[in-house]
């Protein structure tokens, strides 16, 4: 910087005058301090001025610019289409040849809207309202409500014709997975589970008097054996409060813990379910990485395996996140290896936008064809449609029918192994008293004959 002012210092201390194309701030004559000063201020006034006029200037241009541009715009709108030629124009088309035409540089796929068969009815009724009261008041939660759940009317609800059924869910509503199609909340280190809550969730199924309820729980990673030990103590004292209620058990994988789901499968349940959700190639994309296709196999084989294959084990498939044919195919064949009894198809619906997006809707004719085909391969019980859900109008009266019936049949076979077991002890009896008397008699001598 000091090198740059020295040659002009040298050239004001020399007394030149300075050359007329150089700017007006590096300028000076050798004339004395207040002539300097004098001049300073009218180059200072000057330089204002011819600022001022610059702005004055383009001022004024720009309002000639605008008047310019206006006239024309003008007379454009004048002449260009009326209101009455928009009306008559065709739908997606501008009347006139000039008309502009703004579209995105970048086109979304719309999302598709959704069908008619996937709309539903406000909840209300009396029992509605009585179970939301009783859930509010005791602390309880339901999948019904954290899932979103588009029947949660038609279940709570009930008819004459239709049992009433809630699914409760146990273990808090924070689960420690995080699936790309549920929308319960996802939490690593939720609360600790509430040691109050199996007897409460039990008074308020005895007051609700429901035929069938199903419990289902948030997967609790975070405890030892996954929460096991709290559902199966549900269970019971719902059992013992109510001995009649059907109890249906939607349980997660337990991390694969097959003494965790022996605990629950011997609690005293009618149906033990656990959802395969969708198909093997899907499986990675759609649920948690800690939850696998062979996994949730091994979980309901070993249900059944409990119960000397008595036990009814249920799974769930959702529709229209990009399975195939043959991919619902293979799953059927898998689950009926394991003799799983009941399946249920219904279609899966996006419940926030940061989950998985629909990938199709599928239509009632595909659930329908569906059903033929399981029921043809064996399964008891089969529940396919756009609204079906795993725990959907689960007290139906076929599955009820089909409980109470393979109830019937074992107490059956109960009475007649007691029967049985009474009729050998008496022939036991009978055999050993005629023994005993006959070797009590003395035998004739030749004098008594």
């Keep these: 910087m000091l090198r740059a002012q020295r040659p002009l210092a040298r050239l004001l201390a020399s007394g030149l005058r300075p050359v007329p194309s150089w700017p007006r701030a590096l300028t000076a004559t050798p004339t004395s301090p207040a002539t300097a000063a004098a001049s300073s201020t009218t180059a200072a006034a000057t330089s204002e001025a011819a600022v001022a006029a610059a702005a004055v200037a383009a001022s004024g241009a720009t309002v000639a610019a605008a008047t310019a541009t206006k006239a024309p715009l003008a007379a454009r709108l004048a002449e260009g289409p009326s209101f009455e030629d928009f009306l008559r124009a065709p739908v997606g088309e501008a009347p006139g040849d000039e008309a502009v035409r703004v579209t995105p540089a970048r086109r979304r796929k719309p999302r598709e809207p959704i069908p008619p068969w996937l709309r539903t009815s406000v909840p209300i009724g009396e029992n509605y309202a009585r179970i939301k009261r009783d859930l509010r008041g005791l602390g309880l939660n339901t999948v019904c409500e954290e899932a979103r759940c588009p029947n949660l009317g038609t279940c709570w609800g009930g008819s004459e014709s239709e049992t009433a059924t809630a699914t409760i869910m146990l273990m808090g509503d924070e689960c420690t997975r995080g699936c790309r199609f549920c929308s319960v909340k996802t939490n690593r280190a939720p609360a600790p589970l509430d040691p109050t809550e199996p007897e409460h969730t039990a008074e308020a199924i005895s007051r609700w008097g429901l035929d069938y ?166 399964f008891r019980y089969v529940a396919s449609g756009p609204l079906v859900r795993s725990s959907y109008r689960a007290g139906e009266y076929y599955i009820k029918n089909m409980i109470q019936k393979d109830a019937e049949a074992t107490r059956k076979q109960q009475m007649q192994r007691h029967m049985s077991s009474n009729a050998a002890a008496t022939a036991a009896t009978a055999a050993s008293s005629a023994s005993s008397a006959s070797s009590a008699s003395p035998p004739l001598s030749s004098t008594d004959a």
Aim: proline share 2%.
């Design 213 to 378: 309820i199903v419990m289902t729980s948030v997967d609790r990673d975070d405890v030892a054996d996954g929460g096991a030990a709290h559902f199966a103590e549900t269970v019971e004292r719902t059992k013992a409060k109510n001995k009649h209620i059907l109890i249906e058990c939607l349980t997660g994988d337990f991390r694969g813990d097959l003494d965790a789901v022996r605990r629950v499968a011997l609690s005293g349940l009618d149906v033990y379910a656990h959802n395969i959700e969708t198909t093997r190639g899907l499986t990675p994309f759609v649920r948690d990485r800690r939850a696998t296709y062979d996994q949730s196999l091994a979980v309901l084989a070993h249900a059944k395996q409990c119960w000397n294959d008595h036990l009814i084990t249920k799974t769930s498939i959702m529709l229209g996140l990009g399975e195939t044919d043959d991919e619902i195919l293979q799953t059927l064949k898998d689950l009926r290896a394991i003799d799983v009894d009941v399946v249920t198809f219904g279609q899966y619906m996006q419940p926030t936008k940061k989950h998985l997006k629909v990938d199709a809707w599928v239509a009632p004719e595909k659930f329908k064809a569906l059903k033929d085909l399981a029921d043809g391969m064996g």
